[in-house]
């Protein structure tokens, strides 16, 4: 008779860090140049495939928690065209956190700045919506807001966000529509700061022009729930709200578009004593939220 | 059935044959129309303001011919809910570990009369004829201070009708699906018209739960056939279909006297006004007043939104692809009238 023994991860095995290249013990719990947590960098090593980068990135408060815990629950659920199966329990905490929160009619907690704190996810979505089906293994981080416009700021302050954006295939950039209506020049500039922030980091301007290897960007306006204007028409409304923008996705992002999304159907304003605004949710009805991923993958 | 046994034998009415009936119907709207009645009965009945015979408001008195027609289509297209007890459950925002949050509560016990209730949501069908017959034109129908907002009332051609319409009818093919795309006022007005009234959060309660919950406690079902949600039995994000359904769908979800699609498909607008209870630290910025909707829709993603009991609200001037309102009028102080002849 013999016994089945586990097999501990051998100690001597050396990765490399999905995120930057940096070379990582078994037994780290982070790489140490970027911060990304080694369980993801173990995850795809055992799929033996290229990760596909779909950043979700904006300013802080743009919703991007909301978007890509919603976005992997829906997944999870089956969408039309898409199915995605979480690739480790820890792609599971986001979807956990908000998906809770949602239930419970509140939003999550901020996203905190130390980039070691970050939730990730790393899940593997099949496409079927063409004849030949497509699987892509998405990852991506949930980044804090503040984190990208600090590294926008300072490049090198959050080496993850820099790593990332480097090798990302197709960004989600999320707008709240209503800073985007009401502050329409702060939020275009800092979209504009963020795009070339993109093209620097891809070194886009050095790529040859014959061969589109730009990244493809699909800007989505959320909350739109709150601002019938974006659900309508989101292009018309990114090209009266965000002209700078319009015009520096046209002539550097041959491959973009617009979207709308939101995931709360009816909301109340509150506020404390303080005076702190919040909204809060009296249902969830998701709107938007697959076809801008859709659309990254069939463009990246 | 003799009309007389809707108060006599109260279950053989519950049980009454609407449920075959529907199998046997197409996918369009129920048609109601007796071609014997008086023309002026065929007429009401046919517009479904049937209510105005057996209620009037104006002091009229029918015959009993009429009035037995007009209990023939109260028999087909509304359920009797007795009165009784319904516990309301809401909500409190307070400032808790997580920052503002909504904590459950129970509201308290509301006692409801006996009333019909529309055995389904008002269909597209039902309110072209309300269109077409004026009712947008009707001072009578809408509140003095939002007259200029009727006008703006209109579809996608800038007639008056529901937002999702167009040159004042539904899309093809939906006229058997309830009407959506109208505010509040609007389903308000169109139950005037027909001589009915939105119902109040109780009473929608107690029609969604009456039947399956115990008669000597206060304990209510979850869902109008049962405690498990079944994505089966109501039109909610989970069945998959993410588009509203025709009425004659999803007929598991029916509670078991024939009422149809109280959870999913589209909310439910209520005749209360949303009030949110809050901690003195907390305020609410509400900059028009809002009524309850229940029941969840087909894009409702948490089915623990969409129980008998959970309840959300919306502006009144809302006018949104995914509520749409059913209607129902009080029972107390009617007489059937003797048809044992």
Redesign the interface.
């Known amino acids: 008779m013999t016994t089945e023994t586990y097999d501990p991860q051998s100690t001597d095995e050396i990765i490399l860090c999905v995120c930057c290249n940096a070379q990582m013990d078994a037994s780290d719990d982070f790489c140490e140049v970027c911060h990304t947590p080694a369980e993801i960098t173990r995850s795809i090593a055992k799929r033996n495939v290229c990760p596909h980068f779909i950043s979700v990135v904006g300013p802080s408060n743009a919703g991007k928690t909301v978007y890509l815990g919603l976005l992997l629950d829906v997944l999870c659920g089956g969408a039309r065209f898409l199915k995605g199966v979480p690739n480790g329990a820890f792609s599971l905490r986001l979807q956990e956190q908000v998906v809770a929160a949602l239930e419970d009619r509140r939003f999550p907690e901020k996203t905190p700045n130390e980039s070691d704190l970050w939730k990730w996810l790393h899940c593997v979505v099949t496409d079927s919506s063409k004849r030949k089906v497509k699987q892509v293994d998405f990852v991506a981080p949930d980044f804090a807001g503040e984190a990208i416009a600090m590294e926008l700021e300072h490049p090198g302050t959050y080496p993850a966000v820099s790593h990332i954006v480097e090798r990302t295939a197709a960004f989600l950039l999320l707008c709240d529509s209503i800073e985007v209506r009401d502050n329409g020049a702060r939020e275009d500039l800092f979209a504009m700061k963020l795009g070339s922030y993109i093209s620097q980091q891809q070194g886009l301007s050095h790529l040859d022009k014959s061969q589109d290897l730009t990244p493809a960007v699909a800007v989505v306006f959320t909350k739109s729930d709150t601002c019938p204007e974006a659900e309508a028409n989101p292009k018309r409304f990114m090209e009266n709200n965000m002209p700078r923008f319009t015009d520096y996705c046209e002539q550097n992002f041959p491959r973009h578009e617009v979207f709308s999304a939101s995931v709360v159907g009816s909301s109340v304003l509150m506020s404390n004593s303080s005076g702190a605004m919040s909204r809060l949710p009296l249902h969830i009805q998701p709107r938007g939220v697959i076809e801008p991923l859709h659309w990254a993958i069939q463009n990246s | 059935m003799s009309i007389t046994t809707i108060f006599t034998r109260p279950l053989s009415f519950f049980r009454s044959s609407s449920r075959s009936r529907a199998k046997a119907e197409s996918v369009a709207a129920p048609v109601l129309d007796f071609p014997n009645a008086p023309p002026d009965i065929r007429i009401l009945v046919r517009q479904r303001q049937y209510a105005h015979i057996v209620r009037p408001q104006d002091g009229l008195q029918f015959d009993d011919e009429s009035l037995k027609y007009a209990w023939k289509a109260i028999d087909h297209d509304m359920a009797y809910v007795p009165g009784g007890a319904v516990i309301l459950q809401g909500?409190y925002?307070t400032?808790t570990a997580?920052?503002?949050?909504?904590i459950p509560q129970t509201l308290g016990t509301s006692d409801v009369e006996s009333l019909f209730i529309d055995r389904w949501c008002v269909t597209n069908a039902d309110y072209k004829r309300f269109v077409d017959e004026g009712g947008y034109d009707d001072v009578n129908l809408w509140p003095e201070q939002i007259l200029t907002t009727v006008l703006q009332f209109v579809d996608q051609t800038q007639q008056p009708g529901p937002a999702g319409w167009a040159k004042g009818s539904p899309i093809v093919g939906t006229e058997a699906q309830p009407v959506t795309g109208v505010s509040w006022y609007e389903a308000n007005a169109y139950a005037q018209w027909t001589g009915k009234r939105l119902p109040t959060s109780a009473e929608w309660q107690r029609a969604a739960t009456w039947s399956l919950s115990s008669s000597d406690s206060l304990q209510e079902c979850r869902y109008p056939w049962g405690n498990s949600f079944d994505p089966g039995f109501a039109n909610t994000?989970?069945s998959g279909r993410h588009q509203v359904a025709s009425i004659h769908d999803f007929p598991k979800g029916n509670t078991p006297d024939g009422v149809r699609q109280l959870v999913g498909n589209v909310w439910e607008w209520i005749n209360t006004q949303y009030m949110?209870a809050?901690t003195e630290?907390?305020?609410?910025?509400?900059t028009d007043p809002?009524a309850e909707?229940r029941g969840?829709?087909y894009?409702?993603?948490?089915h623990?939104?969409t129980t008998c009991q959970s309840r959300?609200?919306?502006t009144l001037t809302?006018r949104k692809p995914?509520i749409g309102f059913r209607c129902c009028f009080s029972a107390t102080g009617l007489e059937p009238p003797d048809t044992s002849n």
């Open positions: 909500e925002a400032t997580d920052g503002l949050s909504l994000w989970a949110l809050a630290e907390v305020s609410m910025h509400a809002m909707i969840g829709a894009d409702s993603y948490f623990s939104h959300s609200a919306d809302a995914n």
